[in-house]
DNA sequence: TCTGGGGTCCTAGGACCC
DNA sequence: TCTGGGGTCCTAGGACCC
């Protein structure tokens, strides 16, 4: 749809709810280029190492022109556009740009939901906030937006389904509105997978039931849906239709986060038991940095183990008592090893994650717990979580790879990170 | 040389309790 | 004498999202 045809939109009464959805295109990319003038018009790939098993994570349009896209294994893309401009992100900075586009929508509307750092979602429903057109709000929004120095693209409808399908019809700059009552024509033509929540594995089941499309996808029996699908099926049927009732969740709504992990993939499978378990000892201070500087404590660790692309097991197991600190859930990290990976077996990821927090209890538990706890090696609990804390200052004061203990050294020589452009940040 | 990392949600089976 | 049924927790795996 053509931004200019939208003007005839601005008159219409809108009827109902109105729902937006801003995605900033290419926006890691965008952001380089607009960080590197130099790089302006020329492919800008922004992702992981080809040598390091890594994959794309955006690509600017003239890269995509080469038919480099978001996912696509990094060899795989130096090699459809080997003149690319590479850089493994800068992921403080697109957080900060981030900040000031929701501030952008914030500043026409008070409802904004952000579904991740270039996604979110806004209300606009006429007579909610204010009695203007939803569709002068999103031009607006979307200038705001462009004075930046980025571009959006923005999808508007009754509910969340179709406001993000349309988001994803024009872009870059595209702003494509979809009229209450016009719902289900629109969505009907286009293929199940262009809704969010279908995947590939559900997409070929729907396909195995003769479903391609959304309008086959709404004319499904809701309980044969159900039975097939479980809880979702029916809500599935639902979607298609563009009849979800969707609510816009306030940003400033307190989002229980539900598990902390990280993990990393080598770049070469590690084969040596000693190797496994030093990653495992790095990852697991990753972990205990973050959820300290978080301040949650939790009692579920997972240990994840993937051999190869197709190969992954994870181990669970809950602890005592809630804890932050990789001193008490790494070595039970490493107890779970034995269940996920036997002698002889490649290893080419190693996570771990721990969940189970409490945050209703969150205050109150601080006060207790965690002193006085003898660790089997002697030490205190607590003298040990003082050395993890002192551990994140001194990583925060002079670069993480300022320290690390013992058996993590020979570690960080094998994974440390080596870029074409040798820019990096650090998480 | 051969697909990342950080998340969420759902399902299904087994253990356990009443 | 021959094994119910519902609820809840734990665990493993899979699908999906950006």
Avoid at 197 to 205: D, F, K, L, M, S
Avoid at 368 to 392: I, M, N, P
Avoid at 399 to 413: C, I, K, T
């Amino acid at each position: 749809m053509d931004e200019n045809t939208h003007s005839t939109f601005d008159a219409i009464a809108w009827d109902g709810p109105a729902v937006g959805l801003l995605d900033l295109d290419a926006f890691f990319a965008s952001v380089e280029q607009l960080d590197h003038p130099e790089w302006r018009g020329k492919p800008v790939i922004v992702g992981g190492s080809a040598e390091r098993r890594g994959v794309v994570s955006t690509a600017s349009y003239e890269a995509r022109r080469y038919g480099v896209h978001s996912a696509m294994p990094s060899f795989q893309a130096r090699r459809l556009c080997p003149n690319a401009i590479w850089t493994h992100g800068h992921y403080a900075r697109y957080r900060e740009m981030s900040n000031l586009v929701m501030a952008c929508i914030l500043d026409e509307t008070p409802l904004v939901e952000q579904v991740s750092i270039d996604e979110a979602f806004f209300d606009v429903t006429p007579g909610r906030f204010s009695r203007e057109s939803p569709v002068a709000i999103c031009r607006r929004i979307q200038q705001r937006v462009a004075q930046l120095g980025v571009t959006c693209s923005i999808g508007l409808g009754t509910n969340k389904t179709v406001a993000k399908i349309a988001s994803e019809r024009v872009k870059p700059r595209g702003l494509t509105v979809v009229l209450p009552g016009m719902e289900a024509g629109f969505l009907a033509p286009l293929p199940v997978r262009s809704m969010s929540g279908i995947g590939e594995a559900t997409a070929q089941r729907l396909e195995q039931l003769g479903v391609r499309t959304l309008g086959e996808l709404a004319r499904q029996d809701p309980d044969a849906m159900q039975r097939t699908f479980g809880v979702s099926g029916p809500r599935m049927v639902l979607r298609a239709a563009g009849r979800e009732r969707s609510q816009v969740r306030a940003i400033d709504a307190p989002e229980e986060v539900k598990s902390v992990s990280n993990e990393r993939t080598f770049a070469h499978d590690l084969v040596d038991e000693a190797e496994v378990r030093s990653a495992i000892d790095h990852v697991s201070t990753l972990v205990g940095t973050r959820l300290r500087r978080k301040g949650l404590t939790g009692t579920q660790v997972t240990l994840k183990v993937k051999q190869d692309i197709h190969h992954t097991h994870t181990a669970q197991r809950q602890l005592p008592a809630k804890t932050d600190d990789e001193h008490v859930f790494g070595p039970v990290a490493q107890e779970l090893l034995s269940q996920v990976w036997s002698p002889g077996d490649h290893v080419r990821l190693v996570g771990v994650a721990i969940g189970g927090f409490d945050h209703e209890v969150a205050q109150q538990m601080s006060l207790f717990g965690q002193d006085d706890q003898q660790d089997g090696a002697g030490g205190s609990a607590k003298d040990l979580r003082q050395l993890s804390v002192t551990a994140d200052e001194v990583r925060r004061r002079f670069g993480s790879a300022a320290l690390s203990y013992g058996r993590d050294l020979r570690f960080r020589e094998d994974v440390s990170d080596t870029m074409p452009t040798g820019k990096f940040d650090a998480q």
